[in-house]
């Protein structure tokens, strides 16, 4: 209990310290560079199109509607929701809307390819025992036409040939090139070939391009862990060879638990009596969590970049943007002199080093507006719903969401279930909910769509099948589905409302729910819940506002009203200590920096806090840094970055230059500018510090990642 008034005390006082700057986590730093994820709440399978100097990107959203998102940006960097290819499922099947007990969790709509040609957009993506889908519309906007082509083609890439041919790259391990239909009424029969058989190492994912000429091939392979690799060909038949362009790239983020089931009994969704458990947890495990599957893009500028997805534990995959070199013909992820890896931070596309801007700059600003009002005569983009819905049973009434309560036996079956994604790293989610419309067996109140799931929220119950409800005999219930744990407690609410909130500590792949009856004094209510990741639904956590019958009749109705996010690291403004002097401590030993007499940059005993453990960060604009010791040495680094190489000057031109790493909570790493590699120590071997660094290790404890006090 101590940790969680800590943990909110923390928050209140990240809330009073964002008030003023930014609000949503955006990466644009508002100074010519930018930190990733791109987006901190879940955007899987991106795909990246440019069409003259806007750039278009498109994900999966599964079984949520509306659904194929869109993102549009002018720089790369901030983007904006303009569509989603459809509103609702046009399948009649029961399963596309949770009828029946029928249900598409870890299906529906997946990995789509957007291409713009013959003066249209189209958006290709699978849906589970329905095949390959196009959408195609003049506008990005929409409207969107729909295409069913059918056929047994997913995780797909497209491209449009020269000779106005267009071919499906599709498979894992055995890859496959088919050619469509120039209607888009399906493929074109007897053209399916083998372009790259089994054995090469390649996986799924295909992003297909053409460049000078040659057939680009990128695509992502899981075994034996996460990697991107680029096939390259004269011909889009092959035969291709292959080369790995990016590996182990984890940002410092290890594999998070997976939500696992016991062996030989088969998980129904939404049922409560199911054992579940979290898988264990390697925080040294690269796993599949890296940076991997995605596209790539040529900037107006002529650099190219790519846009891979990374899971980021509970929150889901996400979006990471990394400049790219080209190498023998090969586009390899990463700058010269560290290949294969890609900073955290790095200037935005069109900002040169010591130049900010190239034309155009558009503003900060995050994709989404997550809090809502109600008031308007549509759902801001953020919402979906959970499969499709049932239309006349929500409405926006009066300023409020009022759902319907139909027929549930548990939340994942809870039609009408509205949802957005969480956003980390840290952020606090609060709605009001008025009860006065609910009837005998309604539940209804904020959830979060996963597997295990969990809401808290408000129970009206008789006792008896024919007793009179005496008054508003109301309880306030949390549930967690992992636990199977009920805790009830009764309430009297005089107005008919209450408030509701979720703390979530998303890195750390936890979070705990809260009430108040006033709107100020929340009491939580429950433990800080484990969170998990799973491939079981195939998505990240989600907020749910919903509303079901446990009783298995048409009930009344709840509603929802002033739906509020506060993301308290959405302001980084502060993270880099600029003219201030600190001591920086290596995540892998705990042991502070020191400037020995000697001329080495070392380590020393942890109660060390003499003036050579002492350093200035000084300030060179763009997030650009050196380092001077408190006896006026600066850092420089002579040669490779060897060990040993890592030493000081007294001239401060010859200062080293630092681009700083901005790892949230203090966490950091230092980039040259000079040969693109880190600053870091071996624990292990005693060796002084050396510039030689790689990136970050998925625990932080390979000696690159360090923090500062």
Not at 224 to 238: D, E, F
Not at 290 to 303: E, F, L, P, R, T
Request: proline letters at 5%.
């Amino acid at each position: 209990m101590r940790s969680m008034k800590l943990f909110c005390a923390c928050l209140a006082t990240c809330f009073a310290m964002s008030t003023h700057a930014q609000r949503s986590w955006t990466a644009d730093n508002g100074n010519g560079t930018f930190t990733n994820p791109l987006f901190y709440d879940e955007f899987s399978d991106p795909d990246i199109l440019r069409v003259g100097d806007d750039y278009y990107l498109a994900g999966t959203t599964m079984h949520a509607v509306p659904g194929l998102v869109i993102l549009h940006s002018r720089d790369l960097v901030n983007w904006e929701n303009v569509a989603y290819c459809f509103d609702w499922f046009d399948f009649p099947e029961d399963r596309f809307a949770l009828r029946n007990h029928q249900e598409i969790y870890g299906q529906g709509i997946w990995a789509p390819c957007i291409r713009y040609a013959n003066g249209q957009f189209y958006v290709y993506s699978n849906v589970n025992g329905k095949g390959l889908q196009c959408y195609t519309a003049k506008d990005i906007r929409g409207p969107w036409q729909h295409h069913n082509m059918k056929g047994n083609i997913y995780d797909l890439g497209v491209l449009f040939d020269d000779d106005g041919k267009v071919y499906a790259i599709h498979g894992y391990g055995t890859v496959k090139c088919t050619e469509l239909k120039p209607d888009m009424s399906g493929p074109v029969e007897g053209t399916e070939r083998v372009i790259i058989p089994e054995g090469n190492g390649v996986g799924e994912g295909h992003h297909m391009y053409k460049i000078n000429g040659m057939y680009y091939l990128i695509s992502t392979d899981y075994m034996p862990n996460g990697r991107t690799l680029c096939s390259r060909s004269k011909s889009i038949w092959g035969p291709y060879e292959t080369r790995v362009i990016t590996a182990d790239e984890t940002y410092g983020y290890h594999a998070a638990s997976l939500t696992q089931v016991p062996r030989g009994e088969k998980y129904r969704i939404g049922h409560d009596g199911t054992k579940f458990g979290l898988g264990p947890l390697d925080k040294n495990a690269t796993a599949c969590t890296n940076a991997h599957q995605g596209g790539i893009v040529q900037y107006k500028d002529g650099s190219w970049w790519a846009l891979f997805m990374q899971d980021f534990h509970s929150i889901g995959r996400t979006v990471c943007l990394m400049p790219m070199t080209w190498k023998d013909g090969w586009p390899m992820v990463g700058l010269k002199g560290n290949l294969g890896r890609a900073p955290r931070t790095w200037f935005k596309p069109g900002t040169a080093e010591g130049f900010y801007g190239l034309g155009d700059v558009p503003a900060a600003r995050a994709p989404y507006d997550r809090n809502e009002t109600f008031d308007q005569k549509q759902l801001g983009r953020i919402w979906q719903w959970n499969h499709n819905p049932e239309e006349k049973m929500w409405s926006l009434k009066g300023g409020r969401l009022r759902l319907q309560s139909m027929p549930a036996e548990q939340l994942m079956w809870a039609r009408n279930t509205l949802t957005q994604r969480v956003i980390g790293p840290q952020s606090v989610t609060t709605v009001e909910l008025y009860v006065k419309g609910m009837k005998d067996g309604d539940v209804c109140g904020l959830g979060n769509i996963n597997v295990p799931c969990s809401w808290v929220g408000v129970v009206k119950m008789s006792n008896g099948k024919n007793e009179k409800m005496i008054g508003e005999a109301l309880t306030l219930r949390c549930f967690e589905q992992l636990t199977n744990d009920t805790i009830d407690v009764p309430i009297t609410l005089p107005a008919g409302k209450i408030w509701l909130r979720s703390i979530g500590d998303y890195d750390h792949d936890q979070a705990q729910y809260a009430y108040s009856t006033d709107g100020r004094n929340f009491q939580t209510i429950g433990r800080m819940m484990p969170l998990s990741y799973q491939l079981i639904t195939f998505q990240g956590s989600r907020h749910a506002l919903f509303a079901f019958n446990a009783k298995g009749t048409k009930g009344g109705y709840a509603e929802f009203d002033n739906f509020t996010v506060e993301e308290t690291q959405a302001d980084r403004s502060a993270n880099i200590p600029y003219g201030r002097t600190i001591r920086i401590i290596n995540k892998a030993t705990g042991r502070p920096a020191v400037a020995q007499s000697h001329g080495l940059l070392h380590d020393t005993h942890p109660g060390d806090k003499s003036d050579q453990t002492r350093f200035k960060v000084i300030d060179r604009g763009q997030g650009k840094v050196n380092l001077q010791c408190a006896d006026g040495r600066y850092v420089k680094v002579y040669g490779d970055g060897l060990p040993g190489d890592v030493r000081f000057t007294n001239d401060e031109r010859e200062a080293e230059v630092f681009l700083w790493q901005d790892y949230l909570g203090h966490d950091f790493m230092l980039l040259s500018l000079r040969n693109h590699r880190y600053l870091g120590k071996s624990p292990t071997t005693g060796s002084p510090y050396a510039m030689d660094f790689a990136g970050p290790d998925p625990a932080r404890v390979g000696g690159a990642v360090l923090q500062w006090e």
